[in-house]
């Protein structure tokens, strides 16, 4: 298993910190019968604010430049935009039972689970219900992808739906409603699509498709998503999916565990987009060497109480956009880079519920790298030793951008902000004294303190901006769509934080 390390633990004035230490190692859809293009709709979803939002489909444009040009030669995330052509359509339901011929032809004649081998070019639409049947004596894993590759030939997974279930025959409305659940995955090569077709947010009943691990008492235990040591995957995209971790264990010496996991083959153009990622031991999504990564309207949640805690680790991982996610509860660090380059996060909120879950680093960047915006965030009620955007050490990243950020309500040692800071918000954060105000020891010509609680109802989960505030730094599309799916500056101000004022 590969190592994150953010430090040992010290206690400070009643609080967990961290210590300075900041290493992240290496180691361990169409319709019909047959075939049929899958086709996504970019129209929004109608969700609004916290666990349950709209956060619109739109490829990132080029547009501000930051740091140096990496030369990227289309869109981060755009290959994932172009519709999928199936020459062939297999139904497949729970196993366990035989359903007529079997051949996955008809629901009648369904596939009694996954195969172990999947064909490309075949969309194989899965009725709900359980389709884990492991343990298994000879491996973790209850799919291996490893499929050879054929050209530009895709395999889909991808939940059948009222709407788009393929045959009518044997067809029941039942097979359409609930998740199809399914055990860990490994990914070696690529081409792959696993879609659920619905769901947003934190709510793990509302995705098509839940991925998880299940045998959760055993040394190491089996990662929902890994892209093992052999991987040459590219053209990886998961959407509307559940990912489920084994929780939090009192043991700290049990072995780390991450969601989704890439060992240091990495994968290219990978695409995690409205899923809900959650309840692991370690981290949450942790990718290696990696290239063109698309991270957008995903909640994560609760990376937990290992020493190495993170939600989101990228080590030596260059073109990626991570936009309008909900991140909820890290014991360590919400975010880590290490070694990045062109990178955009944006649109985000990062938030803590939980009182006794305090963290070393909101956002934390270690060894060189070149191009990295943080920009339109929103920190909510963080709690720990840094709640803010801290190089290790300071001046390491080339191009680094912190712009149009709001931190409220944040009890913490300080927001250390690095890089080019300019047009940040600030509302009630304090010293975990809770009298000394860190609003006032921000060194930025362009900051704002707000005079009053700025959000609509931060106690009910509602960041949205009760009104408007100065106006920041205009940014280049698809920057200028907000978490709620509101377009930003149309009444003349580019509001600070993940939510731009609508009235």
Known sequence: MGSIRVGRSCRNGGGWYRSVAATLVAALFGCGDGGGTQTRSDAPLGFEYAYDYDANLYVDEPGTPIGEDPGEPEPVGAWDEVP???????????????????????????????????????????????????????????????????????????????????????????????????????????????????????????????????????????????????????????????????????????????????????????????????????????????????VEATTFARAGLHHEAFTIALREVRDVVVRRCVLIDSYGVFVGFQGVDNVRFYGNVLRRTRADWPIWAAIHLTEHGDGVLIANNTFYDLQGLNTGVRESPEGLVDGLEVVNNLWAGTRAGQIMLHGDHAYNAFWSNYRDDGTTSLDDRIEEATKQVLPGDPFVGAAAGDLRLAGPTESGRTLAPPADWDLAGVRRGEDGVWDRGAYEHRE
């Open 84 to 294: 999928r052509a199936y020459s062939r359509t297999l139904h497949v339901r729970p196993p366990g039972a035989t359903y007529g011929a079997g051949d996955g032809s008809t629901w009648a004649d369904a596939l009694s689970g996954l195969p172990g081998t999947l064909e490309r070019g075949t969309r194989y639409l899965l009725a709900a219900g359980d389709y884990y049947d492991g343990p298994w004596p000879d491996r973790f894993f209850q799919l291996e992808f490893e499929t050879p590759e054929d050209g530009d030939r895709f395999v889909g997974i991808l939940k059948a739906t009222a709407d788009d279930h393929g045959s009518e025959v044997g067809w029941e409305p039942a097979f359409g409603e609930g998740r199809a659940r399914l055990g860990p995955l490994a990914v070696v090569t690529g081409r792959l699509e696993v879609d659920g077709r619905a769901g947003l947010g934190g709510d793990d009943d509302a995705h098509g498709i839940q991925i998880a691990a299940r045998e959760c008492d055993g040394e190491p235990p089996g990662m929902p998503i890994t892209f093992p040591w052999n991987c040459e995957a590219t053209d990886v995209a998961f959407r509307h999916v559940d990912v489920r971790g084994c929780g939090h264990r009192p043991d700290p010496t049990h072995s780390s565990e991450d969601a989704i996991y890439s060992y240091a083959a990495g994968v290219t153009r990978f695409a995690l987009r409205h899923a809900y990622v959650h309840d692991s031991f370690r981290g949450l999504l942790f990718l290696q060497n990696s290239r063109d990564v698309l």
